[in-house]
């Protein structure tokens, strides 16, 4: 018994000593310095000359852990330079959150013939680069023709966000799409003819701000 009562302190002591390391660890390395520059994606240019906003960001509960969704919380607030560049030098409260840049839909709309990136994630204490690379804007004229229509015939072409434009019959029709540039966009499309089905997928590459042309026979 009296063993039993030294070895509880003893115990307890470890792990509070355990505990103190792992705060002495957790408080190290929340210095994180980000840098980068926002530019056009397939290239080393920067947007454009003037300010474009971007912010830091920290994914947050909301509504709890049971019924809430995941929200985010503004760390700061920064601007880009003339030439695109920005950067952050911040002390993050723990190494759990994560954290990551974005930039706001306002400074992507149309106008500004851009699509926005996706979020770009930041590791939290070091010293990084991110570069932010948007979209630029780009139109597909796609020409679609049945030169052998048959009873029946349909073709459903799918360009993402689950709407596909269908097409019945004969058909000679063009449509112009505003996608986004310097990628090659691949997009399947399926033909409905004879009560079967055929699946094809076109990949066309597509220039900033241009438009291109490309067809369809069937």
Known sequence: MKKLIILLPLALLYSCSLFEKEEEKEGKNLETFVEGRVLTL???QKVTSEEIQV???RQIARGGAL???MGEKIIQEGKTDSNGYFYFDFTAESHTASHYLRI???QTAPDKHFFNALQQPIEIGVHQTRNIFLSPHAWLKLHIENVNPQ???EIWINFGGGVEDRYFGHVNVTKIYLLGGNINR???YRVYRNNG???FRDTVWLP???????????
């Open 42 to 44: 397939g290239t080393d």
């Open 55 to 57: 912010n830091l960001c």
């Open 67 to 69: 019924f809430g969704g």
């Open 104 to 106: 706001p839909h306002s």
């Open 151 to 153: 009873p029946g015939d």
């Open 186 to 188: 691949s997009f399947p």
């Open 197 to 199: 089905q055929t699946l």
């Open 208 to 218: 900033a701000f241009d438009t291109t042309y490309h067809k369809i026979e069937y």
